[in-house]
């Protein structure tokens, strides 16, 4: 018996059919082809509000010397905050899932003398 025939009878002796279709066929990230950047590297305080073009995650990179960071799915409530009020944060990155129609927003604020700045993208997901 090859090992591969040899692991799948083990699967079928532990999991069901309909659980393999479950596991399946949950989302993962899509190809970096599919990813959409809405901003690039900005630098200074931001408050940014978008509707998702499809499922899938956001993903904001920060840059340097961030005070604070909020990122929401305003349809679940879904929410992250990071915030230092003595030292400034250095290149957090946050990310929330979403659905196709989700709203979202980002508020940002950065300490004066940033010098790398800020990425948000969208990251669409496969299956699901």
Same mark, same amino acid.
């Given at each position: ?8 009878? =083990?699967?079928? =002796? ?9 596991? @399946?066929?949950?989302? =993962? ?19 940014? *509000? ?21 990122? /929401? ?9 990071? /915030? ?16 196709? @129609? ?5 508020? =940002? @604020?950065?300490? /004066?003398?940033? *010098?790398?700045? *800020? ?10």
């Amino acid at each position: 018996m090859s090992l591969k025939a040899y692991l799948q009878a =083990l699967l079928n =002796l532990f999991i069901k059919k309909s659980e393999t279709e479950f596991i @399946g066929a949950q989302a =993962l990230p899509g190809s970096k082809s599919g990813i959409i950047t809405y901003y690039y590297q900005y630098k200074g305080d931001m408050i940014v *509000t978008e509707v998702a073009p499809a499922n899938g995650w956001l993903n904001i990179i920060c840059g340097n010397l961030i005070k604070y960071v909020y990122l /929401e799915n305003s349809n679940s409530y879904l929410t992250t905050r990071l /915030e230092n009020l003595s030292d400034p944060l250095q290149w957090p990155q946050l990310f929330v899932p979403l659905k196709k @129609g989700d709203s979202w927003r980002i508020e =940002l @604020g950065v300490r /004066e003398g940033q *010098t790398e700045g *800020t990425t948000i993208k969208f990251i669409p997901s496969n299956g699901g």
